[in-house]
């Protein structure tokens, strides 16, 4: 199974902050890479898909970026509503996996 | 507008069974796979299992292999997850989604919970 090692696994930030997020893959998985986030009591919703495409309607503060093994979600411009979970999924092949989770706090 | 709703979530013993459905609308459902994907309380997303749109091909979770099993209706626009012999780790949030043509999940329903416990 491939696993997916996702960092941090928190972090505080403020308002109009850079994030970024890594998750780094047990072996390659070209771009089948996913981005989402999870607000509390609600279903994820996607952000990025092939490790770089904006889901349609999603601010472009948010990017990703990265192929094989190593990817990254940047949020450019933090803002109030992006303080949320985030986990990235591989699904180059099944099982699919995720990582464990990002938890972006308000500093 | 694509929408997923969950159902049948609820409370039953170890060892237990129940069968969850989801009601798929808002586009056509035979043309993508679908999947199930879970979350324990206050923990991480867990991949369940997914089922292709035509050839009902199934893959499943080392975790629930043998004791789930996916199925759907292209007529009724729905899929199902029947799951036996549950244990208490099984207890979660279980999320039905979409399979986007990219093979990542896209859209989601809201999630229906399942508690197992004596």
């Known amino acids: 199974d491939i696993q997916m090692t996702q960092s941090p696994s928190a972090m505080s930030a403020s308002v109009g902050d850079r994030v970024t997020i890594t998750c780094r893959a047990s072996q390659g998985i070209s771009n089948y890479l996913a981005w989402f986030q999870q607000e509390p009591g609600k279903a994820p919703k996607r952000l990025i898909y092939?490790?770089?495409s904006l889901q349609s309607g999603v601010p472009s503060r948010f990017s990703g970026s990265g192929f094989g093994t190593e990817f990254t979600l940047t949020i450019s411009s933090l803002q109030p509503e992006d303080f949320a979970t985030y986990y990235c999924?591989?699904?180059?092949?099944?099982?699919?996996?995720f990582g464990q989770g990002t938890k972006l706090e308000i500093k | 507008e694509v929408q997923l709703v969950e159902s049948g979530g609820g409370l039953v013993k170890p060892g237990g069974s129940l069968r969850l459905s989801c009601a798929a609308s808002g586009f056509i459902f035979s043309s993508y796979s679908m999947t199930w994907v879970r979350q324990a309380p206050g923990k991480g997303l867990e991949w369940v299992s997914s089922m292709s749109g035509s050839s009902g091909h199934s893959s499943y979770a080392d975790s629930v292999k043998g004791r789930f099993s996916m199925s759907r209706d292209n007529g009724k626009n729905s899929v199902y997850l029947q799951m036996s012999s549950l244990r208490v780790e099984d207890t979660a949030v279980y999320y039905c989604?979409?399979?986007?043509?990219?093979?990542?999940?896209?859209?989601w329903g809201q999630g229906t919970l399942v508690t197992v416990s004596s």
């Open positions: 092939s490790a770089s």
């Open positions: 999924l591989q699904h180059n092949n099944y099982p699919y996996t």
């Open positions: 989604a979409r399979i986007g043509y990219d093979t990542a999940p896209d859209y």
